[in-house]
């Protein structure tokens, strides 16, 4: 019979699936509900709410297979953390916005609570598992429960979340969860502009690189063990040769940004981009 710790963590295992984008199982959602520029990496500068032209009738990208020879990084790295599909097939039970126009808007909105919301729960799944015996671990089960019950709702329901609330407490839980984990390797070196700088061969084991901005820097060869990238941004980050299966907070779309190749080592939860290879 399986303890209670194990069945936990089959949930947060299959949840963490659920939160892996299923664009077959979405309407292009998107690809229409957001506001997108061409400066971004997408291609025309789009209004939220208005389909992309490159949208087909039946959801799909008319240039999915060309969008690394247009450079497109921004639809190269987007990821919904599972909302749309979400959204389409659990919340909307199969309803597209384009048959049903009237309901629309309310789509959108709900998409981008939903979001959010997945975007949270995403962290908090990392964050349980990352601690190891800590009675935080209480509040972050509570808190993905919360999680669970809220993109149960209804449409009419979401809408109405207190979502800055929720937030603010899923924010203080990750802030102690960094605490923790920091304190015991004793990393106080937090820099939170690393644009373009050098760390190749290092051995950053333990560092705090939450929420620093690490466009082009180039970690090659580093070793990442426990190295937090809460938040960070990793446009063209390169980790080519770099084992990050055992960094912390990492996000697929970090991923889809950053630049790698076949020796990337990516933790198991994580898709190896294509262009990669
Ligand atoms: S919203 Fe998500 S699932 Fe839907 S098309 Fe976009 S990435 Fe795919
Ligand atoms: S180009 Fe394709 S992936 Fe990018 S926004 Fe348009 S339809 Fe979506």
């Not at 049903?100 to 598992?129: G, R, S």
């Not at 929420?211 to 937090?228: P, Q, R, V, W, Y």
Request: aromatic fraction near 8%; hydrophobic fraction near 35%; charged fraction near 25%.
């Amino acid at each position: 019979m399986k303890n209670s710790d194990s069945e936990k963590n089959d949930l947060y295992n299959e949840l963490l699936i659920t939160l892996s984008i299923n664009c077959e199982e979405c309407c292009g959602i998107c690809c229409t509900a957001l506001y997108y520029t061409k400066m971004d990496g997408f291609p025309e500068d789009k209004a939220a709410g208005k389909p992309c032209g490159n949208l087909k009738d039946d959801f799909k990208c008319s240039i999915h297979n060309d969008l690394v020879d247009y450079k497109l990084k921004g639809c190269m790295a987007y990821d919904c953390f599972g909302a749309g599909q979400k959204v389409t097939q659990e919340i909307y039970r199969g309803l597209d916005w384009k048959k049903n126009p009237e309901a629309a808007d309310q789509m959108f909105q709900v998409f981008l609570i939903v979001y959010q919301l997945h975007q949270m729960l995403w962290y908090l799944i990392q964050a349980k598992t990352i601690l190891i015996d800590n009675t935080i671990k209480i509040d972050i089960h509570n808190l993905i429960e919360e999680n669970g019950k809220m993109t149960q709702m209804g449409p009419e329901e979401i809408i109405k979340l207190d979502l800055e609330q929720y937030r603010d407490r899923v924010n203080h839980i990750l802030k102690e969860t960094c605490k923790a984990v920091h304190s015991e390797i004793a990393d106080n070196n937090h820099s939170i502009d690393c644009m373009g700088k050098s760390f190749k061969k290092q051995n950053l084991d333990g560092k705090d690189f939450s929420m620093t901005l690490l466009i082009a820097a180039d970690f090659e060869g580093c070793s990442l063990n426990k190295t937090n990238f809460l938040g960070a941004d990793m446009r063209d980050t390169n980790f080519r040769n770099t084992d990050l299966s055992k960094s912390l907070f990492l996000t697929q779309m970090q991923i889809n940004t950053a630049m790698g190749n076949d020796n990337t080592k990516l933790p198991e939860y994580l898709t190896m981009p294509e262009r990669w290879r």
